[in-house]
């Protein structure tokens, strides 16, 4: 089964910027839905953005359309987070997720099941 790896989270102040990366060391990355989610302390985990297989299917949820932007370079087997304009609600541990898809095409995809998960990198935004 693929590992996922998490990086760029950090410590900023509100209004700043950070990039996440997350590394997908297996072959099936190209075949893959991926996702951000984010966990804060007493909270559940909520799913962020999401970008299909095809790179053309995009989900943000509500709180962060507009500021956030998901990216895939499937050369790299990589997944992005660009985060701009950072509020110390979106303090959390973010975490990169994937789901390998058998038979590829067009999916919702904040109903997809994201069973391979990273370690997580924490974002910490001060007022």
């Known amino acids: 089964q693929a590992q996922l790896e998490e990086s760029g989270g950090g410590s900023v102040q509100a209004g700043d910027s950070l990039r996440l990366s997350c590394l997908h060391s297996?072959?099936?990355?190209?075949?893959?839905?991926m996702a951000w989610f984010r966990q804060a302390p007493g909270k559940e985990r909520e799913l962020v953005a999401a970008?299909?297989?095809?790179?053309?299917?995009?989900y943000y949820s509500d709180s962060v359309k507009g500021r956030f932007t998901i990216s895939r370079d499937n050369a790299k087997n990589t997944v992005y987070l660009q985060m701009v304009n950072l509020k110390p609600e979106d303090t959390a541990v973010y975490y990169c997720?994937?789901?390998?898809?058998?038979?590829?095409?067009?999916?919702?995809?904040?109903?997809?099941?994201?069973?391979?998960w990273g370690q997580g990198t924490q974002v910490t935004v001060s007022s």
């Open positions: 997720a994937a789901d390998y898809v058998l038979f590829v095409g067009y999916m919702n995809l904040a109903r997809r099941n994201y069973d391979t």
């Open positions: 297996g072959s099936t990355f190209g075949a893959s839905n």
């Open positions: 970008i299909g297989h095809s790179s053309g299917n995009i």
